[in-house]
C-alpha cells in the first residue's frame, strides 16, 4: 500500500475541517495516509523533507499557492510526487494544470495518478536558494504581493478587488514615470534596464476571477524560463497593460517591454534593495537574485 502524506493549511481560504475529513476517509482507504496541519510559515517545507525521509510515495498539498510552493521545495530532484488540492484564493497552479477546483474532487483525481502511476516531470525554477513552480518578480509585481500579504482582511474576503486596488495603487504612485533601477540579464540577451521583471515557468501569471492574466504568454513547464520587464509605466498606459495581459498578449512587442523566453538562466541586479515574490508569496527586499530553471526536477500527479 502506497504512502501518501496530506498537508494542510488551516489558514488558507476555503480549507475547512468538514472538507479536510471527506479528503482524509477517502485517502484512507487506498492508502496507508499520515495528516499534518502546518503550524507557521515554513512549516510544509519541513514536512515533506520528513516525508520523503520516511520513504513516502506522494505528498498531497492542500491550501494555497504559497503552500503548494512550500511543500514542494524539498521534493524537487526526488522521486516522491505532489499532489496539488486547491484551498487558497486563487490557486494558480491547480488551475494552470486542470486540477478540478473542488478539492474532494481533487484528491479523487490525484488518487487515481497514483495509483495508476501517472506522474508528469516538470521543470521548475529557482530563485536563489528558493525553488517556485509558475512565477517570481521583482519591482512592481512583488510590491504588489506584499501589499496584498499586509492586507489580511482584504485578501480573505475580496481577494481580486484586493489585488486590483493594491496593483493600482503601485502602478501609479511608486512606478509611474519611475527611473529603471533593476538590471534584468536573461541568457544571452543583452542586458536591459528595467522598472520591474517577472519570470514565468509556466502560464498563466495568475488570474483575476475567471481571466487568466498572461505575462509570459509563451511559458511553458517543459521548457526554460521567460523574463518580462519594462522599462516606463505611465498612467495612460495603464488601462493598455491590462488590456494586454487580458486579452491581447501584445505586450510582449511594445517598445518599452523586453521579453525574452526559453533561457536556462539569469540575474536581476536593483540599485537599492526591492521587494521578491515567489509563487503570490513575498520574500522580502533585496538588490540581486539568480534565478535558474531547473530540468526535469519535478513530479506532479497530473
Known amino acids: 500500500m502506497k504512502r501518501v502524506l ?3 493549511n488551516a489558514r488558507a481560504g476555503s480549507v475547512s475541517n468538514r472538507t479536510k475529513e471527506v479528503i482524509v476517509k477517502a485517502l484512507s482507504a487506498d ?19 520528513d516525508a520523503v525521509d520516511q520513504g513516502f510515495d506522494a505528498v498531497l498539498a492542500f491550501g494555497g499557492d504559497g503552500t503548494i510552493n512550500e511543500a514542494a521545495q524539498d521534493l524537487v530532484e526526488t522521486d516522491v510526487a ?31 495518478h497514483l495509483r495508476s502511476g501517472t506522474k508528469r516531470r516538470i521543470n521548475v525554477g529557482r530563485i536563489g536558494a528558493r525553488y517556485f513552480l509558475f512565477s517570481c518578480g521583482m519591482g512592481l509585481d512583488a510590491e504588489v504581493v506584499k501589499r496584498v500579504e499586509a492586507d489580511h482582511e482584504g485578501k480573505l474576503k475580496h481577494a481580486d478587488l484586493t489585488f486590483l486596488k493594491h496593483a493600482l495603487g503601485a502602478g501609479f504612485s511608486r512606478y509611474r514615470g519611475a527611473e529603471p533601477n533593476i538590471t534584468m540579464e536573461a541568457g544571452s540577451a543583452p542586458p536591459e534596464k528595467v522598472l520591474f521583471a517577472i519570470v514565468c515557468n509556466a502560464r498563466p501569471f495568475t488570474y483575476f476571477g475567471r481571466f487568466a492574466v ?22 495612460s498606459t ?18 518599452n517591454s523586453r521579453y525574452v523566453t526559453d533561457v536556462r538562466e539569469g540575474n536581476l541586479r536593483a540599485t537599492e534593495p526591492m521587494p521578491v515574490q515567489v509563487d503570490g508569496d513575498y520574500l522580502g527586499d533585496v538588490d540581486r537574485v539568480m534565478i535558474r530553471s531547473i530540468p526535469n526536477s519535478l513530479d506532479l500527479l497530473v
Do not use: Q, Y
Open 6 to 8: 496530506l498537508i494542510s
Open 31 to 49: 492508502f496507508k495516509l499520515d495528516v499534518a496541519d502546518t503550524e507557521a510559515r515554513g512549516h510544509a517545507s519541513e514536512l515533506a523533507r
Open 82 to 112: 505532489l499532489g496539488v488540492i486547491p484551498g487558497g484564493s486563487t490557486n494558480v497552479l491547480a488551475r494552470a494544470l486542470g486540477v478540478p477546483a473542488d478539492p474532494v474532487e481533487a484528491v479523487a483525481f490525484a488518487a487515481s
Open 214 to 235: 498572461d505575462a509570459c504568454p509563451e511559458a511553458s513547464l517543459e521548457k526554460g524560463l521567460d523574463f518580462l520587464g519594462m522599462t516606463t509605466v505611465h498612467a
Open 238 to 255: 495603464i488601462p493598455r497593460i491590462a488590456w494586454s495581459v487580458f486579452i491581447s498578449r501584445a505586450h510582449v512587442r511594445w517598445k
